[in-house]
T-cell receptor, first 114, second 111 residues
Framework: NAGVTQTPKFQVLKTGQSMTLQCAQD?????MYWYRQDPGMGLRLIYY???????DKGEVPNGYNVSRLNKREFSLRLESAAPSQTSVYFC?????????????FGPGTRLTVL | KQEVTQIPAALSVPEGENLVLNCSFT??????LQWFRQDPGKGLTSLLL???SQREQTSGRLNASLDKSSGRSTLYIAASQPGDSATYLC??????????WGAGTKLIIKP
């Protein structure tokens, strides 16, 4: 099993350009997440999807859109990239345990917006 | 609003030493606390999870403790090795079942 995969691994954009970050999982998990990680800060939740067909905003959703294409795939779109969106983006999928979601993370996408 | 803090931000120790990483949180209403390891260019790997009703968890050379009333957790690493070099993150599951993360401690073990 590949677990959680993300593409691309690296990306450089100019301000105003758009792009989509792809995430896929092969563990048959219902829940999927998008986080960003900035230097000196913890991971912050952008959007999550509790199940196929549903999406919800996290802590920092502004400037992003998401699509839960099917159970396997959860994409993150930047419509008009800004330098403040320079960050490392992590996708995760989760399985429900008794009192928490056990999350499994992809390797991340390092995005630079010039 | 739950806030998670990790001190120090970076730590460098000689190989073989025992060490302690610290994590504190502001709201004791948590379901659990997790410690993760992050290697450069890779995703995050869960090391230990402590349920809110537990005091500690152990895995090999790692021992994590939780004092919910004081809002503190420690990760103890015994007999450190160069392969332990990584960034260690703690995260709490809050009342909304979301993970709230600390900024991490970057650990370097010198051979």
């Amino acid at each position: 099993n590949a677990g959680v995969t993300q593409t691309p691994k690296f990306q450089v954009l100019k301000t105003g350009q758009s792009m989509t970050l792809q995430c896929a999982q092969d563990m048959n998990h219902n829940s999927m997440y998008w986080y960003r990680q900035d230097p000196g800060m913890g991971l912050r939740l952008i959007y999550y999807s509790a199940s196929e067909g549903t999406t919800d905003k996290g802590e920092v959703p502004n400037g992003y859109n998401v699509s839960r294409l099917n159970k396997r795939e959860f994409s993150l779109r930047l419509e008009s990239a800004a330098p403040s969106q320079t960050s490392v983006y992590f996708c995760a999928s989760a399985v429900q345990r008794s009192s928490y979601n056990e999350q499994f993370f992809g390797p991340g996408t390092r995005l630079t917006v010039l | 609003k739950q806030e998670v803090t990790q001190i120090p931000a970076a730590l460098s120790v000689p190989e073989g030493e025992n060490l302690v990483l610290n994590c504190s949180f502001t709201d004791s209403a948590i379901y659990n606390l997790q410690w993760f390891r992050q290697d450069p260019g890779k995703g995050l790997t869960s090391l230990l999870l402590i349920q809110s009703s537990q005091r500690e968890q152990t895995s090999g050379r790692l021992n994590a403790s939780l004092d919910k009333s004081s809002g503190r957790s420690t990760l103890y690493i015994a007999a450190s090795q160069p392969g332990d070099s990584a960034t260690y993150l703690c995260a709490v599951t809050d009342s909304n079942y979301q993970l709230i993360w600390g900024a991490g401690t970057k650990l370097i073990i010198k051979p």
